[in-house]
């Protein structure tokens, strides 16, 4: 797959949607720390005038970016207040890409994922050019998790390669390419909301089934043995109502299955009763507002907000899970993904 499939006639995609061109380097910096995540750039080449160009286009739970430094930088970033996976393409130039203890470099007419749990080292070359697709960190978890069938209590960390453009990775590509043909329009039709979650969606689901991840093998295995439709119901209701009290005779009028018909389902299908499945379900979503930095509500209302009603339960429950107490978690959320 070649580059231009991203970058026709050699053009920076999204040229109608510059957010910043500056020679400033403190400035660039400052304006990228805050959208992706903090970092420090080192310059190679003092002598050379830094051109910094960034385009970005923000489409609901995503946002699709191109940008360039014109010059050999590197980004070291150890933290991270934004809870978003980074998808890279190289349209020109590479880049050696380091995270934690993996390596690996880009190319032209490749794509990696940046994970926001690890620290990052990004070296580019001085010709480098990047169209960067910003996926919410929460969002993806959930869609992966509503995939599943199940909740998921390890951290979602995809493999540290580079992957050509081929196969199911230049399907993703192309929905990319897509979006940066119709904002360049300016009619353009991606401002419906409803279709933003549509193209995410979709775009999740290429990235999940073809980039190795912590949950890939599960992932396959629920594609090649999918749970009947009962249960998936069932997890519809539970997942839109997470925050409501919630009891199996409610599943059941939803399902049109007698509790035992669903529990037996779900035992099957999820390897827990349907209420396991809410409690786990709600327990995974207040680790994530409890590793969260951003939120900036205590341990007990994010419990009773997620549909927790006595807490000395939900304490005990929440350690079994997790090996560790909901205040543990919580004065530890700036190095837990």
């Known amino acids: 797959m070649e580059t231009s499939m991203l970058m026709p006639d050699h053009i920076l995609p999204l040229s109608n949607w510059q957010v910043m061109n500056t020679h400033d380097q403190g400035r660039a910096c400052s304006h990228l720390s805050t959208l992706f995540r903090p970092h420090k750039v080192r310059d190679h080449a003092l002598k050379?005038?830094?051109?910094?160009?960034?385009?970005?286009?923000?489409?609901?739970?995503?946002?699709?970016?191109?940008?360039?430094?014109?010059?050999?930088?590197?980004?070291?970033?150890?933290?991270?207040?934004?809870?978003s996976y980074l998808v890279k393409f190289t349209l020109r130039g590479s880049s050696e890409v380091k995270q934690h203890k993996d390596s690996f470099t880009t190319d032209v007419g490749s794509v990696c994922v940046l994970n926001p749990s690890l620290p990052l080292k990004d070296h580019m070359s001085r010709d480098f050019e990047t169209l960067i697709v910003q996926l919410k960190g929460n969002s993806l978890r959930q869609q992966l998790s509503e995939e599943l069938g199940m909740s998921i209590s390890q951290p979602l960390e995809f493999q540290a390669v580079s992957r050509s453009l081929t196969g199911k990775t230049a399907s993703f590509a192309r929905m990319v390419k897509m979006v940066c043909e119709d904002m360049a329009d300016k009619h353009y039709g991606l401002q419906n909301q409803?279709?933003?979650?549509?193209?995410?969606?979709?775009?999740?689901?290429?990235?999940?089934?073809?980039?190795?991840?912590?949950?890939?093998?599960?992932?396959?295995?629920?594609i090649r043995q999918p749970a009947p439709y009962l249960v998936r119901r069932a997890e519809d209701y539970i997942h839109t109502h997470l925050y409501e009290r919630i009891v199996l005779d409610d599943l059941s009028v939803v399902t049109g299955v007698s509790s035992r018909t669903l529990q037996l389902a779900f035992r099957k299908f999820r390897g827990v009763t349907p209420m396991e499945y809410i409690r786990n379900y709600r327990l995974d979503y207040v680790r994530q507002q409890l590793t969260n930095r951003i939120i900036d509500k205590n341990i007990t209302r994010i419990a009773l907000d997620s549909g927790f009603t006595h807490l000395g339960k939900f304490a005990h429950y929440y350690k079994k899970r997790f090996g560790e107490l909901p205040s543990e978690t919580f004065a530890n959320r700036g190095s837990i993904s």
């Open 48 to 83: 050379d005038a830094m051109h910094f160009q960034h385009n970005r286009v923000e489409l609901g739970n995503f946002s699709v970016n191109t940008l360039s430094y014109g010059k050999e930088v590197t980004i070291d970033a150890r933290n991270n207040l934004v809870d």
């Open 194 to 222: 409803q279709v933003n979650r549509k193209i995410e969606r979709d775009l999740v689901s290429l990235l999940l089934m073809d980039i190795p991840h912590t949950y890939s093998d599960r992932l396959n295995q629920e």
